[in-house]
Structures are given as structure tokens and as C-alpha cells.
């Protein structure tokens, strides 16, 4: 499974080591681990409020027998 995650970018978070609060963004059946942040908008509110975010490919790809 492949995926595209997004930590913000927090100094002081750097100092404290400590983890951030996360968010899994399932898009969808057809969606891919690219999908969801090219259609969200998410960067600005994940930032301001930081929580980072793990955008799974969700689609079954691949796969010769169900």
C-alpha cells in the first residue's frame, strides 16, 4: 500500500518531540494517495491546527483474484 502523508511544519513541536494528532483521509474506492490533497484544500487548516494527515491509496490495484 502506498500513501502520501502530511506533517506540519511546527517548530516548537521540534523541540518537544512530541506526536501530532492524525488524521486518515479514505477518498474513496477510485481515489489514489494523491487524490486527496490535490482536492482538499487541507494544507492551511492542517497547518493552523496541526494535525498531520495519512492519505492511503484505497483502490485495490493490481490484484489477479478477488
Known sequence: ??????VPD??????????FPTLYYLAGLSATQDSGPWKTGFAAHASKHRIAIVFPDVSPRNIDNY
Open 10 to 19: 511546527d517548530e516548537v513541536n521540534k523541540q518537544r518531540c512530541e506526536p
Open 1 to 6: 500500500m502506498t500513501f502520501n502523508i502530511f
